[in-house]
């Protein structure tokens, strides 16, 4: 609720707590999308590159993350070599080749 009526400090106090008191990786990713929704970048990163070396499924998801901020971030050649390192690792397949396919028609299209 502190989010919602602009008491951003607050809020990502109150969801750190929540991450300090029982640190699950669904939290502490939960804090990562805040800090980047508050424009923390480097915390939200940072946080998320500590995510990524939990496990090969967490990092899969960072990956996706990533992917899907560089694709709406207009880094497109970035998101292109992350959706392609997502198929190889066989995670987000399906939603990596929607992605592929939708970048290779914005480059037809520019060309």
């Known amino acids: 609720m502190q989010l919602v009526v602009g008491k951003i400090d ?4 109150t969801a750190k707590a929540v991450v300090d008191q ?3 990786a ?13 424009g923390r970048e480097d915390a939200g990163l940072a946080t ?9 499924e967490t990092a899969a998801v960072v990956e996706r993350l990533r992917a899907l901020r560089d694709f709406e ?12 390192k997502l198929i190889q690792q066989g995670a987000f397949v399906s939603e990596s080749l929607f992605y592929l396919g939708g970048l290779a028609e914005q480059r037809e299209a520019w060309e």
């Open 10 to 13: 607050e809020g990502l106090a």
């Open 22 to 24: 029982d640190s699950t």
């Open 26 to 38: 669904a939290n502490q990713m939960e804090y990562a999308l805040l800090l980047l929704a508050a």
């Open 48 to 56: 998320l590159d500590a995510l990524a070396g939990m496990s090969s």
């Open 73 to 84: 971030g207009g880094r497109f050649d970035a998101a292109r070599s992350r959706f392609e």
